[in-house]
């Protein structure tokens, strides 16, 4: 079993910059592939970006290209989502999720899943 808590989230003005954090416990965290997706009020379900084991390979999706950053440190069983130059768009509930054989694009594949962090954005 893997728990993940993601923490970061916030509200925050357009333009700025949040950095979420997903820890994950129960097991090794360098066997698994990691991803954010996002959910917002009345849009589907979007993977934000992902990353390999080693963090060889990353996934962004063209709305986040440029302006957010995955990253992961498996000394500190964490991974990380930097995001910049956020916009109104952005708003939703972050989720961390957590895969031992490699990304994929629909949160249900994942063998696991965070609760969620709320990342609010303004005028």
């Known amino acids: 079993q893997v728990h993940l808590v993601e923490s970061g989230g916030g509200l925050v003005q357009a333009g700025g910059s949040l950095r979420l954090s997903c820890v994950a416990s129960?097991?090794?965290?360098?066997?698994?592939?990691m991803a954010w997706f996002r959910q917002a009020v009345g849009k589907e379900r979007e993977l934000v970006a992902a990353?390999?084991?080693?963090?060889?390979?990353?996934y962004y999706a063209d709305s986040v290209k440029g302006r957010f950053t995955i990253s992961r440190d498996n000394a500190k069983n964490t991974v990380y989502l930097q995001m910049n130059s956020l916009n109104l768009e952005d708003t939703a509930v972050y989720i961390c999720?957590?895969?031992?054989?490699?990304?994929?694009?629909?949160?249900?594949?994942?063998?696991?899943r965070g609760q969620g962090t709320q990342v609010t954005v303004s005028l």
């Open positions: 999720a957590a895969d031992d054989r490699t990304y994929y694009s629909l949160l249900h594949q994942y063998n696991y």
């Open positions: 129960g097991r090794t965290f360098s066997n698994y592939a």
């Open positions: 990353i390999s084991q080693s963090g060889g390979r990353t």
